[in-house]
């Protein structure tokens, strides 16, 4: 009869996301997480296979924190732009989890669409969004979503690196121009697929 196990997957896993969030996934060791529990490491293979497994668990539980992340929301602000300021401001708020959802070396990725496919059911409902609420294509919204999710990546980067401090008025102001000219240039019709690219390119 195998040992019950002395703490549940969900204490394990919460314990571990908190050493994550506060010094980062290179931290998260069997000996550090069993130190967080005030234990050895043992019981933590009652319940995982291996750290593997654990750290799999550990960035679904840091996705679900990012997609219920709360975002001051005036009456006004499009949902779209909700979702930027979310991931801007996760970046700024918790930058150890946003390293480890968004600043992990992806080898397989070759294309946008294999990270698009790794980003939650977040993008799916941007795109979902922008053609109801925008009159676009599928091909269009995917171009939109993906070229406005790049700058505000690399805007959530830039915070979560604390390369730049930035407002949240200013984060607002910026994601808002960025919006409304890929939006133009999208709608303009001067776009096209980048060939062996999964990318946008403009019309020279």
């Known amino acids: 009869m195998p040992p019950k196990p002395k703490f549940s997957r969900e204490e394990i896993v919460q314990a571990a996301l908190k050493i994550v969030s506060e010094k980062g996934v290179e931290a998260l060791t069997a000996k550090e997480l069993g130190q967080a529990l005030g234990s050895s490491a043992r019981p933590i293979f009652t319940v995982f296979k291996n750290m593997k497994e654990v750290q799999d668990q550990v960035r679904a539980a840091a996705m679900r924190r990012f997609e219920t992340f709360p975002v001051r929301q005036a009456p006004d602000m499009p949902l779209f732009k909700q979702v930027g300021m979310k991931t801007v401001l996760f970046g700024a708020r918790e930058p150890k989890l946003y390293q480890l ?4 070396e992806n080898r397989n990725a070759v294309r946008f ?5 790794e980003l939650g059911p977040t993008a799916e409902a941007c795109i979902a969004l922008l053609k109801e609420e925008y009159a676009l294509t599928e091909g269009e919204a995917r171009a939109l979503f993906e070229n406005v999710w790049i700058y505000t990546f690399g805007v959530g980067a830039l915070c979560a690196t604390r390369m730049c401090r930035f407002s949240e008025e200013k984060l607002g102001q910026m994601l808002t121009t960025e919006f409304s000219a890929m939006m133009c240039l999208v ?8 060939e062996g690219c999964d990318g946008m390119d403009p019309m020279p």
């Open 187 to 194: 709608k303009s019709g001067n776009f096209r697929k980048q």
């Open 101 to 104: 959802l968004f600043m992990q």
């Open 113 to 117: 669409e294999d990270v698009f496919n």
